[in-house]
Structures are given as structure tokens and as C-alpha cells.
Nanobody, 120 residues
Framework: QVQLVESGGGLVQAGGSLRLSCAAS????????IGWYRQAPGKQRELVALISRGGNTNYADSVKGRFTISRDNTRNTVYLQMNSLEPEDTAVYYC??????????????WGQGTQVTVSS
């Protein structure tokens, strides 16, 4: 089992910055990748950024050059630094971990989400 707790959301003006944190606990060793997703009202949940066990990162085209995903292994925490925020970034942001099952296959875990609101 993996538990994820997000923090760092809030209200910010366009052009501002926020840093989200995702603290993982439980079977940390089984995690293959952690990603940040977001879901705006009336829209599907979408991948924002992903970091693999090996440190490889991927970003949605809409956030490239503005958002940075990173991790602190000593704190079991993944961060999403969001700069030059736009009203279109307004959404609930979720942390997701994909972990290997002892019996084979993979298990997906989600955090509770944190609201990010960008005012124009």
C-alpha cells in the first residue's frame, strides 16, 4: 500500500507561482513513477507531469517551460513547481503513484487532491 498526501494549493494571480508537494508513505520501494494530474470542472483528468524511478520526466505540452517536477528522496516527496500560472491552470491537482504489486502487475494510488485557482 502507498499513501499520498498533497499540499500547497491555493489562490494566486495570473503570472504567479505555486509549489505543490506530494508526500508518499507506505511501500515506497514499490513505486515506479509519480505523476501530477489535474481536473478542471467539466473536463477530464489529464496528466501534467511525471517523474520515473530513474528520474526521467515528462510534461504535458501546455505546461512545458512553466512547470517543473522534482523529488526529494530523503523526504519521500515529489514537488511540482508551477511558474507563470494562467487562469487555464485552474483545477484540482492530484498526485498519482504507480507501484509494482508483489504478485505481479501494477497498482495505481491517488492522493486526495489540492485546489489550484488562478485569477486573471
Amino acid at each position: 500500500q502507498v499513501q499520498l498526501v498533497e499540499s500547497g494549493g491555493g489562490l494566486v494571480q495570473a503570472g504567479g507561482s505555486l509549489r505543490l508537494s506530494c508526500a508518499a508513505s507506505g511501500s515506497i520501494f514499490s513505486i515506479n513513477a509519480i505523476g501530477w494530474y489535474r481536473q478542471a470542472p467539466g473536463k477530464q483528468r489529464e496528466l501534467v507531469a511525471l517523474i520515473s524511478r530513474g528520474g526521467n520526466t515528462n510534461y504535458a505540452d501546455s505546461v512545458k517551460g512553466r512547470f517543473t517536477i522534482s523529488r526529494d528522496n530523503t523526504r519521500n516527496t515529489v514537488y511540482l513547481q508551477m511558474n507563470s500560472l494562467e487562469p487555464e491552470d485552474t483545477a484540482v491537482y492530484y498526485c498519482n503513484a504507480v507501484a509494482s504489486r508483489y504478485s505481479g502487475g501494477f497498482q495505481s494510488y491517488w492522493g486526495q487532491g489540492t485546489q489550484v485557482t488562478v485569477s486573471s
